[in-house]
């Protein structure tokens, strides 16, 4: 299970990055990020200073990287809660009986 766990933890990973991806891309594409730049921009800025110091609230590669971080916990989590919840139903199979099934010809 831990196999099979890594291997579909991994693989949502690489969805995650994608749909962030296009969704970072749409909306950059509609200036969402620009204006969310611009006001974080004339917020955090006294206007004696002039914008030649002016930092970027979302870039891509802040995006990317938190994207990342998230995805790469995702993978830990949900490798080890799917490791652990099939030992957990193996050990209860195991206590109750689980459930068996007889299949016959019909006479």
């Known amino acids: 299970m831990l196999k099979i766990s890594l291997i579909v933890a991994i693989v949502m990973f690489f969805v995650w990055m994608i749909a962030v991806g296009i969704l970072y891309l749409t909306m950059g594409g509609m200036g969402v990020w620009s204006r969310i730049n611009d006001t974080f921009s004339t917020l955090t800025s006294s206007p004696d ?3 030649a110091g002016k930092t970027d609230l979302i870039t891509a590669g802040r995006v990317f990287g938190v994207t990342a971080i998230v995805g790469a916990i995702n993978i830990v989590l949900f490798t080890a809660l799917a490791t652990v919840a099939a030992f957990i139903y193996n ?8 459930v068996e099934l007889t299949l016959g010809e019909r006479d």
Not at 91 to 98: D, E, I, N, Q, V
């Open 91 to 98: 050990a209860a199979a195991a206590m109750s009986g689980g």
């Open 49 to 51: 200073v002039q914008a």
